[in-house]
């Protein structure tokens, strides 16, 4: 099992910036995607964006394009969120996960970090 743990969620205005951070413990974290995840209330968690192993692939939901940044250090055992431009529509707990391929289902997840925009 891996333990996840993010923080740097927090309050912000529409257009401002947070960089969310997720650190992980248990297992050897550069063999596992990693992903971001989010739900508002009343709505269902939906995918945000995910890393490959090495950094070299990432993907997003189409609304966060062009906003939200993935990465990760494998030496620190963390994967990052930078998320710019944010929108009152982006308000929600966000969550991290992994996987250990593309094609697999997300086995473990954080407890999930608050976000809220304000207009």
């Known amino acids: 099992q891996v333990q996840l743990v993010e923080s740097g969620g927090g309050l912000v205005q529409a257009g401002g910036s947070l960089r969310l951070s997720c650190a992980a413990s248990?297992?050897?974290?550069?063999?596992?995607?990693m992903g971001w995840f989010r739900q508002a209330p009343g709505k269902e968690r939906e995918f945000v964006a995910r890393i490959s192993t090495s950094g070299a692939i990432t993907h997003y939901r189409t609304s966060v394009k062009g906003r939200f940044t993935i990465s990760r250090d494998n030496a620190k055992n963390t994967v990052y969120l930078q998320m710019n431009s944010l929108k009152p529509e982006d308000t929600a707990v966000y969550y991290c996960?992994?996987?250990?391929?593309?094609?697999?289902?997300?086995?473990?997840w954080g407890q999930g970090t608050q976000v809220t925009v304000s207009s």
């Open positions: 248990g297992r050897t974290f550069s063999n596992y995607v």
């Open positions: 996960a992994c996987q250990q391929s593309f094609s697999s289902s997300w086995r473990d």
